[in-house]
């Protein structure tokens, strides 16, 4: 007998809340709606009074930060607050940006636009993500079997643009799409920056053990190597598109197997999502070309890119002699390519991006003058910028623009007459005793940067590293860190929450949109973590553990490298030897304080050692005096002691909560010790 059973408070109570969710989310996108109509008026009034759409950094700024103020009063996590706001702007500002040349389509009712690939395809979601805040008439997306079908498509007039995806944050460019362009037929006119999120998607029942094979784009499949590391049994499955790979499995849906695919294309096919973030890698960023037959002008006053193609005579200092026209202009160039050419072998092309537009005068000035070192220019286009670059209010920024310019000694390229052990050969090359910046994620550590690295010893749990990252990116800090593999003097103490903390590196990184450093302690795990993390970190305990500086000699993620506590500096630039006989000199040096006589502070910060390595090599150094203070009073006066003595950087401990935390709590800083590390650090600044 079946018994009837009234809901329990519990139940009752929940769909009570989750009703008050629906209508919340409702008045959100009814407000957002609004919103937009509102921006879209003052777009129609700025352009019938003239005034072109201008961005207003500064206004912008001024703007996220009021409002991180007013999430903060509300108990909103003010940075998550501000990356809202952020992406509301950035819709609000492209919807008022008018091409000068009217859209081919503006007089149709739909604008036609080919793209590789089949529908929900990630071309398919980009070129909704970009029609929509480019406004006018609908858009009727189409798919082409390939890429040259897409782009012939647009030549005979089939479609009004093509979008073709140019290259990729993981595996690079996309050689047919730069074939196709650099043919100059047609003109660059759009960006779009597209983030690819793959996830494992089922016929609705189907279990993981179930799966036989995953099916998907042999690219989509590449970028996701430990699924199948950790699923052997499962069979890989190449596929035209990963949005094809979803329609066909769900035509087949006693096949047992899964596409790697989009959310969206899982969702158009009535497919069961299984696994989300299924990628090695955090950021999977695609940027997406769009072209035309007819060149189209950005509104004045936006960020644009103009992307050249050039063919250089074969003489000798040609190219050194090109790239040295754009510099003298005090223009960026943020790409450049070498295409082949087909018909002439060893002669090569180049595709180039220039952070500019077209009709800047100091671009007019460059093609000028570029014109005696090229044998020929083709402009592919110029149109808005749609990443992020310098000078776009990111929240906040950090503090290497501020300080930029911080009082430091600027010592003078390492000189090739100080005293390195003989044996660091590669480490004293000439090459590498000139200043060099390692790049870390997006964020560059020296010469003229100021780096801020900082975040907890260990990565205790979600909440408190979420919490932490809050802190320390509100503050200025450009990588996070955090150790997941603790390397602790006593085996009864954390030892860290190794692969887990790792994950939770991956998403709060992704999260904050902030790199982050952690330490490797086994040789074995460099080949994975290198994937994983931005930077490694050898603790001081390992410095001369050779086993594991050969392994990270033979990955290419930067390596912070500490040095050992009662280890001689030239000790210290022959462990650097190991990493760079093994090719990797992607290194920056950390002092972190010695073992002396001394028992006041938990070691001897020595701040010679920082312009004695610089004198030494040109690499990166950088102070760690949260391990050398072990007191939290100490850490900001060691901190501006080893700015002033010419450091690239710090890296500090911080905790939301020090008295909790699970090692190293004497030390860490709160909150309020950051802002006062980061007011002392702008009050040296010149
Ligand atoms: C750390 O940075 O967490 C650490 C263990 O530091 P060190 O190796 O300098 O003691
Ligand atoms: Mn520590």
């Given at each position: 007998?079946r018994?009837t059973?009234?809901?329990s408070?519990?139940?009752?109570?929940?769909?009570?809340?989750?009703?008050e969710?629906?209508s919340?989310?409702?008045?959100?996108?009814?407000?957002?709606?609004?919103?937009f109509e509102?921006?879209?008026?003052?777009g129609?009034l700025?352009?019938e009074a003239g005034?072109?759409?201008?961005?207003?950094?500064?206004?912008?700024?001024e703007?996220h930060?009021?409002w991180?103020?007013?999430a903060?009063e509300?108990?909103l996590?003010?940075y998550?607050?501000g990356?809202?706001l952020?992406?509301l702007?950035?819709?609000?500002?492209?919807s008022?940006?008018r091409?000068?040349?009217?859209?081919?389509?503006s007089?149709?009712?739909s604008?036609?636009?080919?793209?590789q690939?089949?529908?929900h395809?990630?071309?398919?979601?980009a070129?909704?993500?970009?029609?929509?805040?480019r406004?006018g008439?609908?858009?009727?997306?189409?798919p082409?079997a390939?890429?040259?079908?897409?782009?012939?498509?647009?030549?005979r007039?089939?479609?009004?643009?093509?979008l073709?995806?140019f290259?990729n944050?993981?595996?690079?460019?996309?050689?047919?799409?730069?074939r196709?362009?650099s043919?100059?037929a047609c003109h660059?006119?759009d960006?779009?920056?597209?983030?690819?999120e793959?996830v494992?998607?089922?016929?609705?029942?189907?279990?993981m053990e179930d799966?036989?094979a995953?099916r998907?784009?042999?690219?989509a499949?590449a970028?996701?190597?430990?699924?199948f590391?950790a699923?052997?049994?499962i069979?890989?499955?190449?596929?035209f598109?990963?949005?094809?790979a979803?329609?066909?499995?769900?035509?087949?849906?006693d096949g047992?197997?899964?596409a790697?695919c989009s959310?969206?294309?899982?969702?158009?096919?009535?497919l069961?999502?299984?696994v989300?973030g299924?990628?090695?890698?955090r950021?999977?960023?695609?940027?997406?070309l769009?072209m035309?037959?007819e060149?189209e002008?950005?509104?004045e006053?936006i960020?644009?890119?103009?992307?050249?193609?050039?063919?250089?005579?074969?003489?000798?200092?040609?190219l050194?002699?090109?790239?040295?026209?754009f510099?003298g202009?005090?223009?960026?160039?943020?790409?450049?390519?070498s295409?082949?050419?087909?018909?002439r072998?060893?002669?090569y092309?180049?595709?180039?991006?220039?952070?500019t537009r077209?009709d800047?005068?100091?671009m007019?000035?460059?093609l000028?003058?570029?014109r005696?070192?090229a044998?020929s220019i083709?402009?592919l286009?110029?149109?808005?910028c749609?990443g992020e670059r310098?000078?776009?209010?990111?929240?906040?920024?950090?503090?290497?623009?501020?300080l930029g310019?911080?009082?430091r000694p600027k010592?003078?390229p390492?000189?090739?007459g100080?005293?390195?052990?003989a044996?660091a050969?590669a480490?004293?090359r000439?090459?590498?005793?000139?200043?060099r910046?390692?790049?870390?994620g997006?964020?560059e550590?020296?010469p003229?940067?100021?780096t801020?690295?900082?975040?907890?010893?260990?990565v205790?749990?979600?909440?408190?590293l979420?919490?932490t990252?809050?802190?320390v990116k509100?503050?200025g800090a450009?990588?996070?860190?955090?150790?997941a593999f603790?390397p602790?003097?006593s085996p009864?103490?954390?030892?860290g929450?190794?692969w887990?903390g790792?994950k939770?590196?991956?998403?709060?990184s992704?999260?904050?949109d902030?790199p982050?450093?952690?330490?490797?302690?086994e040789?074995?795990?460099?080949?994975?973590?290198?994937?994983?993390a931005?930077?490694?970190?050898v603790?001081a305990?390992n410095m001369q553990?050779?086993p594991?500086?050969r392994?990270?000699?033979?990955?290419r993620?930067?390596?912070?490298?500490k040095?050992?506590m009662s280890?001689?500096l030239?000790e210290l630039?022959l462990?650097?030897?190991?990493l760079?006989?093994?090719?990797n000199d992607q290194v920056?040096?950390?002092?972190?304080g010695?073992?002396t006589?001394?028992?006041s502070?938990r070691a001897t910060?020595d701040?010679?050692?920082v312009?004695v390595?610089?004198?030494?090599c040109?690499?990166?150094?950088?102070v760690?005096?949260?391990?050398a203070?072990g007191?939290?009073d100490?850490?900001?006066?060691l901190?501006?002691a080893?700015?002033?003595?010419?450091a690239?950087g710090?890296?500090?401990?911080?905790?939301?909560?020090?008295e909790e935390?699970l090692c190293?709590k004497d030390?860490?800083?709160?909150?309020?010790?950051?802002?006062?590390l980061?007011?002392?650090l702008?009050?040296?600044?010149?």
């Amino acid at each position: 007998m079946r018994m009837t059973m009234s809901p329990s408070p519990y139940d009752s109570a929940l769909s009570e809340l989750r009703s008050e969710i629906d209508s919340l989310d409702d008045r959100l996108l009814e407000l957002m709606a609004h919103r937009f109509e509102r921006v879209r008026r003052v777009g129609d009034l700025k352009q019938e009074a003239g005034t072109p759409a201008i961005r207003d950094p500064r206004r912008e700024a001024e703007l996220h930060d009021a409002w991180a103020k007013k999430a903060e009063e509300r108990g909103l996590a003010p940075y998550l607050a501000g990356r809202i706001l952020r992406e509301l702007t950035n819709w609000s500002r492209r919807s008022q940006e008018r091409s000068d040349s009217a859209s081919p389509s503006s007089k149709r009712a739909s604008t036609r636009v080919s793209f590789q690939g089949a529908r929900h395809a990630h071309s398919d979601l980009a070129a909704r993500k970009l029609f929509a805040s480019r406004g006018g008439a609908e858009l009727d997306a189409i798919p082409y079997a390939n890429f040259a079908e897409a782009m012939a498509a647009l030549e005979r007039g089939e479609v009004d643009y093509a979008l073709l995806p140019f290259e990729n944050s993981l595996v690079g460019s996309v050689p047919e799409v730069g074939r196709l362009i650099s043919k100059g037929a047609c003109h660059i006119v759009d960006e779009e920056i597209w983030e690819v999120e793959h996830v494992v998607a089922v016929p609705p029942g189907l279990a993981m053990e179930d799966i036989v094979a995953v099916r998907s784009h042999p690219v989509a499949l590449a970028q996701c190597r430990r699924f199948f590391e950790a699923n052997p049994s499962i069979a890989v499955e190449e596929w035209f598109d990963t949005a094809g790979a979803a329609e066909s499995i769900a035509a087949h849906p006693d096949g047992r197997r899964a596409a790697l695919c989009s959310v969206e294309a899982a969702r158009a096919h009535g497919l069961e999502v299984l696994v989300t973030g299924v990628g090695d890698r955090r950021r999977n960023l695609t940027r997406f070309l769009l072209m035309a037959r007819e060149p189209e002008t950005p509104a004045e006053g936006i960020p644009a890119t103009t992307t050249l193609h050039l063919k250089l005579s074969h003489a000798k200092g040609s190219l050194h002699g090109l790239l040295g026209v754009f510099e003298g202009q005090g223009l960026n160039l943020s790409r450049i390519e070498s295409r082949a050419n087909p018909d002439r072998a060893f002669e090569y092309s180049f595709l180039i991006d220039i952070e500019t537009r077209l009709d800047a005068p100091e671009m007019q000035g460059a093609l000028n003058e570029a014109r005696r070192h090229a044998v020929s220019i083709d402009i592919l286009g110029t149109y808005p910028c749609r990443g992020e670059r310098a000078g776009s209010p990111e929240c906040p920024a950090a503090l290497s623009d501020s300080l930029g310019a911080i009082a430091r000694p600027k010592p003078e390229p390492a000189s090739q007459g100080a005293v390195v052990p003989a044996e660091a050969k590669a480490v004293a090359r000439d090459e590498m005793t000139t200043r060099r910046s390692v790049r870390v994620g997006g964020v560059e550590i020296g010469p003229d940067q100021f780096t801020l690295i900082a975040g907890p010893c260990a990565v205790e749990s979600e909440a408190q590293l979420n919490a932490t990252a809050e802190i320390v990116k509100a503050r200025g800090a450009a990588i996070l860190r955090g150790g997941a593999f603790k390397p602790r003097t006593s085996p009864h103490s954390f030892q860290g929450l190794r692969w887990e903390g790792v994950k939770l590196l991956k998403e709060t990184s992704s999260r904050y949109d902030i790199p982050f450093v952690t330490e490797v302690i086994e040789p074995g795990d460099v080949e994975r973590l290198a994937e994983e993390a931005d930077m490694l970190q050898v603790g001081a305990r390992n410095m001369q553990n050779f086993p594991l500086l050969r392994a990270l000699g033979r990955v290419r993620t930067p390596v912070l490298l500490k040095r050992g506590m009662s280890a001689t500096l030239d000790e210290l630039l022959l462990a650097t030897e190991y990493l760079f006989a093994g090719g990797n000199d992607q290194v920056v040096l950390c002092e972190r304080g010695i073992r002396t006589f001394e028992r006041s502070t938990r070691a001897t910060l020595d701040v010679s050692a920082v312009p004695v390595l610089k004198e030494k090599c040109g690499l990166p150094v950088i102070v760690d005096p949260s391990h050398a203070a072990g007191r939290r009073d100490l850490v900001v006066p060691l901190a501006l002691a080893a700015a002033a003595a010419g450091a690239d950087g710090l890296i500090v401990e911080v905790h939301h909560r020090p008295e909790e935390a699970l090692c190293d709590k004497d030390q860490a800083l709160r909150s309020e010790d950051l802002d006062a590390l980061v007011a002392g650090l702008q009050r040296i600044q010149t």
